[in-house]
């Protein structure tokens, strides 16, 4: 299954932000949408993800000052990003090497979406159910287990 596939089981909802805005902002609309990254666009570009991950970090490190923090200087920079053709065995790699919990995807240079840990777990979910039931079907019109011609 390619990574576009997850995201057409996943849905289009992508929620983004800009470098300039602070991470009280940016913890709100992850709280509101129950949601673990942002991508983070300026000038139409994809420039960083910011996830709990780094949010964290920062709280840790600045204390009850940190919500006044940009996201800018929060953000993981030039993220690693997934094409939108990758395999889900690759994807799944990619995001174990490198401890990523959310990849962005892209379709040439431009970005379509977002994929999580959990996406991909469904989708493989979803994908080993249906071939189960193809299975079950398939011996249910062939009791015998001889193949018809």
């Known amino acids: 299954m390619q990574v576009i596939r997850i995201l057409a089981i996943k849905g289009s909802a992508t929620y983004t932000i800009t470098p300039d805005k602070t991470l009280t902002e ?3 609309i992850m709280v509101e949408h129950d949601i673990g990254s942002l991508v983070c666009m300026d000038g139409g570009q994809l420039v960083g993800m910011l996830t709990f991950r ?3 970090k920062t709280i840790k490190q600045l204390g009850a000052g940190a919500g006044a923090t940009l996201v800018g200087k929060t953000m993981v920079r030039d993220p690693q990003c997934v094409p ?3 395999e889900t065995n690759e994807l799944r790699q ?3 090497r490198s401890h990523a919990r959310y990849l962005p995807v892209l379709e040439g240079e431009r970005f379509v ?3 999580s840990f959990h996406d991909v777990a469904r989708a493989v979910l979803e994908e080993q159910g249906m071939e189960n039931q193809q299975l079950k079907d398939y011996i249910a019109g062939h009791p015998s287990g001889v193949a018809m011609a």
Do not use: D, F, P, Q
Request: glycine share 6%; aromatic share 0%; hydrophobic share 80%.
């Open 94 to 96: 990619i995001m174990l």
């Open 54 to 56: 780094e949010v964290l």
């Open 26 to 28: 940016a913890i709100a």
């Open 113 to 115: 979406g977002v994929v």
């Open 84 to 86: 939108a053709t990758a």
